[in-house]
């Protein structure tokens, strides 16, 4: 199993970008699909993106399409969430997500995942 450590939270004005990167632990990493779920204040946690475990396979959610991009990067153990364009709402805590069935990243809300990150808070704001 992998253990996951986010980072590249932080503040950022609306149209403006952050990169969030997730850096497994483990010789495994390749065989993980990887995800980004986020839990917005007072609300439920949401899907946001995911990359299969070649890099090809990319889904969003549809508040995040054209704005957020998901990539990997296997030689380094590290997953990216980069997001462009930020909005108000997209303030949340980003939990990156490990699984090695694909379809628990995008069932139950998340709750079938069987790896989290501690996550990152990111904060858009004027």
């Known amino acids: 199993q992998v253990e996951l450590v986010e980072s590249g939270g932080g503040l950022a004005q609306p149209g403006g970008s952050l990169r969030l990167s997730c850096v497994a632990s483990?010789?495994?990493?390749?065989?993980?699909?990887m995800g980004w779920f986020r839990q917005p204040p007072g609300k439920e946690r949401e899907f946001v993106a995911l990359?299969?475990?070649?890099?090809?396979?990319?889904e969003y959610a549809d508040s995040v399409k054209g704005r957020f991009y998901v990539s990997r990067n296997n030689a380094k153990n590290t997953v990216y969430l980069q997001m462009n364009k930020l909005k108000l709402n997209d303030t949340a805590v980003y939990y990156c997500?490990?699984?090695?069935?694909?379809?628990?990243?995008?069932?139950?809300?998340?709750?079938?995942?069987?790896?989290w990150g501690q996550g990152t808070q990111v904060t858009v704001a004027s």
């Open positions: 997500v490990a699984d090695r069935d694909l379809s628990r990243l995008t069932k139950n809300k998340g709750a079938d995942i069987d790896t």
């Open positions: 990359v299969g475990t070649s890099g090809t396979l990319t």
């Open positions: 483990g010789r495994t990493f390749s065989t993980y699909h």
